[in-house]
């Protein structure tokens, strides 16, 4: 008859079991919901021992908050390889897994959860939103993204987040449909700044030449000349800028 003998853990080791174990609570219900008890209980260690790592719940939430805000900001992470309408489609099913697996946690690090307000969850938020932005552009291929490009991109990245936010409250919508049609956002806002300028424009292009009718965008073009015969018809309207 053997008997078990509990392994000692280092410092850095039940660090991190105890951030992955918070992290996984988290991901299940709200923070504030989340007492330091339920943690040392799921982590099978003592209250006080959870406090001889972490000073408080606080800086539990911010490690734990510090993991997802990485693993979120992987999920932009795309080989630049094929139609940029095909890469959005995979990045947003990895964006939406995330969504999906992290609900309550996912809300928390958009929001702020009981970090609110504080630096270093702003500073967090802020970073995943930056390698959102620096990835799109990385695979729009522009070195120096002009003022329009930049205000499409990281519109789209909160148009992202918002759309995600409100899906969690009742998923009323398929989310299937939903990463489809950000890609489908992500187009349009692009069309809506090449409509107004001339670089936009060429970038804009650059980006249809290479995608294939049955891709994203082309999709999105289908569904809008079907749209087009019952559209009414609109005068032509002048551009700021041009000359009567």
């Avoid at 932009?76 to 489609?89: I, M």
């Avoid at 996912?106 to 702003?122: C, E, H, Y």
């Amino acid at each position: 008859m053997t008997t078990g003998v509990r392994r000692r853990m280092g410092v850095d080791e039940r660090r991190q079991q105890l951030i992955g174990v918070a992290l996984d609570l988290f991901s299940r219900r709200s923070p504030e919901d989340v007492s330091i008890d339920e943690i040392a209980a799921a982590a099978g260690i003592s209250r006080p021992l959870v406090y001889h790592y972490f000073p408080g719940k606080q800086s539990l939430y911010e490690a734990a908050l510090r993991r997802a805000a990485d693993e979120l900001a992987d999920r932009f992470l795309e080989p630049p390889e094929g139609p940029l309408g095909a890469r959005l489609l995979r990045v947003m099913g990895r964006f939406f897994d995330f969504v999906d697996e992290h609900g309550p946690g996912f809300s928390a690090l958009m929001r702020g959860g009981p970090a609110v307000g504080s630096s270093t969850a702003n500073a967090m938020i802020d970073g995943v939103r930056q390698a959102a932005y620096e990835q799109i552009i990385a695979h729009l291929g522009v070195e120096d993204p002009p003022a329009r490009l930049e205000l499409v991109v990281r519109s789209w990245v909160s148009l992202a987040e918002s759309t995600a936010l409100i899906w969690l409250d009742g998923r009323r919508i398929p989310r299937e449909e939903l990463e489809i049609q950000l890609v489908h956002d992500f187009a349009a806002l692009a069309a809506v700044s090449a409509a107004y300028d001339e670089e936009m424009a060429g970038i804009v292009l650059r980006v249809l030449t290479q995608e294939p009718e049955e891709g994203p965008f082309g999709d999105l073009l289908a569904r809008l000349s079907a749209l087009a015969p019952a559209a009414p018809a609109v005068p032509a309207q002048r551009l700021p800028h041009e000359s009567p």
